[in-house]
T-cell receptor, first 110, second 117 residues
Framework: QKEVEQDPGPLSVPEGAIVSLNCTYSNSAFQYFMWYRQYSRKGPELLMYTYSSGNKEDGRFTAQVDKSSKYISLFIRDSQPSDSATYLCAMIAGGFKTIFGAGTRLFVKA | NAGVMQNPRHLVRRRGQEARLRCSPMKGHSHVYWYRQLPEEGLKFMVYLQKENIIDESGMPKERFSAEFPKEGPSILRIQQVVRGDSAAYFC???????????????FGSGTRLTVV
């Protein structure tokens, strides 16, 4: 079993839709949770960062962590074609090593 | 303020040749991480370095792969006697000291795409 599971998609939605992206994990030591966005042929860029359980909102993006279920989510409201990218969840147990999910490819159709 | 610089962007090597991938971290960042990305598999940790020190190389294949981050100059990921299975995108990331990786995440370069023919 992988430490972090993420559905690779692709996920295709119309412009303006609410997008829900999810990851599950098996290592209960993970404390820090991040979402990265990666455009084609580019390196990942940090979108959201949360510590422990709870919600965090930043503009159209909301990150949720449920440590009891070992489940994290990223919601994108009013999705735009420019949101089309691969979204990777990532986690750190407490040191430095970041473990990434496989990434979900998102397409937002105009 | 340049970000993480990786070069070359694309590298083609014949089987058996050596590949050298370079990474200059973001200004003020002293920690470098190398990841390999294969289609549908996400980013796989390879090695974590500080200046003149390898901190964790648990993700590096035991043979043919090595990494360094000298006192002066960029970090180098070296792959000797490349095979077709080494074809992948190799990403370098940097962060401030360890707490920075937790607090601020990584800053990634644009990657080097290695193709072994």
């Amino acid at each position: 079993q992988k430490e972090v599971e993420q559905d690779p998609g692709p996920l295709s939605v119309p412009e303006g839709a609410i997008v829900s992206l999810n990851c599950t994990y098996s290592n209960s030591a993970f404390q820090y949770f991040m979402w990265y966005r990666q455009y084609s042929r580019k390196g990942p860029e940090l979108l959201m960062y949360t510590y422990s359980s709870g919600n965090k909102e930043d503009g159209r993006f909301t990150a949720q962590v449920d440590k009891s279920s070992k489940y994290i989510s990223l919601f994108i409201r009013d999705s735009q074609p420019s949101d089309s990218a691969t979204y990777l969840c990532a986690m750190i147990a407490g040191g430095f090593k970041t473990i990434f999910g496989a990434g979900t490819r998102l397409f937002v159709k105009a | 303020n340049a970000g993480v610089m990786q070069n070359p962007r694309h590298l083609v090597r014949r089987r058996g040749q050596e590949a050298r991938l370079r990474c200059s971290p973001m200004k003020g960042h002293s920690h470098v991480y190398w990841y390999r990305q294969l289609p549908e598999e996400g980013l796989k940790f390879m090695v974590y370095l500080q200046k003149e020190n390898i901190i964790d190389e648990s993700g590096m294949p035991k043979e043919r792969f090595s990494a360094e981050f000298p006192k002066e100059g960029p970090s180098i990921l070296r792959i000797q006697q490349v095979v077709r299975g080494d074809s992948a995108a190799y990403f370098c990331a940097s962060s401030p000291p360890v707490q920075g990786a937790i607090n601020y995440g990584y800053t990634f370069g644009s990657g080097t795409r290695l193709t072994v023919v």
